[in-house]
T-cell receptor
Framework: GENVEQHPSTLSVQEGDSAVIKCTYS??????FPWYKQELGKGPQLIIDIRSNVGEKKDQRIAVTLNKTAKHFSLHITETQPEDSAVYFC???????????FGTGTRLTIIP | GAVVSQHPSWVICKSGTSVKIECRSL??????MFWYRQFPKQSLMLMAT?????????EQGVEKDKFLINHASLTLSTLTVTSAHPEDSSFYIC????????????FGSGTRLTVV
């Protein structure tokens, strides 16, 4: 089955700076890679996703890049703000079996 | 946008009792729903995949007789933790697959279960 590794586990960034979180996956059949933001006591919220036929996707301050050859993908948050503080999870999946495998999470703290 | 409602948000129960958690898709039909379990400061672990009108598919190591899943309609799936014990205390989250765009997965807000 799929195995998704995520780094770093914790990340502190000065407000206004950029944050980068990286994930690797093992199953070459995976073709869908979403990123979720989870605030304390709440369920994960999708913030951006990318499919395997695309190398990069951007939505305002958030971008995701995918390297299929190396089997890794990254989340980039620019101009960070205090409200970006949360736990971020990457995930990988194959629409064929509908399952998502989650990374171990990154606790992002934005320092004012 | 797609909304998944999960209730209750938290519940405390005594050992040996059963607890039911509901997951509803409010503005779309979800033929497939997923149930996850999350321990503190850990990732989400898939417990089972729930398909409307059929038996759930459980992940390896998940006791299907303990975690009963029912998906009786296209908008409702329930997870019942039977004969709960303190080790069942956890954060349980459901999600539903939505169509449109790139087939996103929408999550419920989670249920914090504490067994005393």
């Amino acid at each position: 089955g799929e195995n998704v590794e995520q780094h770093p586990s914790t990340l502190s960034v000065q407000e206004g700076d950029s944050a980068v979180i990286k994930c690797t996956y093992s199953d070459s059949a995976s073709n869908y890679f979403p990123w979720y933001k989870q605030e304390l006591g709440k369920g994960p919220q999708l913030i951006i996703d990318i499919r395997s036929n695309v190398g990069e996707k951007k939505d305002q301050r958030i971008a995701v890049t995918l390297n299929k050859t190396a089997k890794h993908f990254s989340l980039h948050i620019t101009e960070t703000q205090p409200e970006d503080s949360a736990v971020y999870f990457c995930a990988g999946g194959d629409f064929g079996n509908e399952k998502l495998t989650f990374g171990t999470g990154t606790r992002l703290t934005i320092i004012p | 946008g797609a909304v998944v409602s999960q209730h209750p948000s938290w519940v405390i129960c005594k050992s040996g009792t059963s607890v039911k958690i509901e997951c509803r898709s409010l503005d779309f039909q979800a033929t497939t729903m997923f149930w996850y379990r999350q321990f503190p400061k850990q990732s989400l672990m898939l417990m089972a995949t729930s398909n409307e009108g059929s038996k759930a598919t459980y992940e390896q190591g998940v006791e299907k007789d303990k975690f009963l899943i029912n998906h009786a309609s296209l908008t409702l799936s329930t997870l019942t933790v039977t004969s709960a014990h303190p080790e069942d205390s956890s954060f349980y989250i459901c999600s539903a697959r939505t169509q449109g765009g790139f087939y996103g997965y929408t999550f419920g807000s989670g249920t914090r279960l504490t067994v005393v």
